[in-house]
């Protein structure tokens, strides 16, 4: 069964730092890439950063340039996003996901994890 388990969302301050870990199984995991994306209700999913597993690319959204960074732990199969100067706008629910394509297109990716909230306050 392929799973994907986000942890690490919570509550933060304006300023503040928040680090989302995505843990995958299932799968081979060299296979895909994973991506963050956040989703706000009545508003589009917004991906916000991907990583290429055991390469080196990764890419992010402009909103969370310089602010956000994803890295991998291959030993672990798990991902994180490092979330720095946090912004009442980065309030959302996060999602890893795993796809097989590298774009920002939400239909390329065939794994999804629950999600995890994430609210900042102002």
């Known amino acids: 069964e392929v799973q994907l388990v986000e942890t690490g969302g919570g509550s933060a301050q304006a300023g503040g730092s928040l680090t989302l870990a995505c843990t995958a199984s299932g799968y081979d995991w060299s296979s895909r890439y994973i991506g963050w994306f956040r989703h706000v209700p009545e508003k589009e999913r917004e991906g916000v950063a991907r990583?290429?597993?055991?390469?080196?690319?990764?890419d992010y959204a402009d909103s969370v340039k310089g602010r956000f960074t994803i890295s991998q732990d291959n030993g672990k199969r798990t991902v994180y996003l490092q979330m720095n100067s946090l912004k009442p706008e980065d309030t959302a629910m996060y999602y890893c996901?795993?796809?097989?394509?590298?774009?920002?297109?939400?239909?390329?990716?065939?794994?999804w994890g629950q999600g995890t909230q994430v609210t900042v306050s102002s």
């Open positions: 990583i290429l597993i055991l390469g080196t690319y990764t």
């Open positions: 996901a795993a796809g097989w394509r590298w774009t920002w297109d939400s239909k390329a990716f065939n794994y």
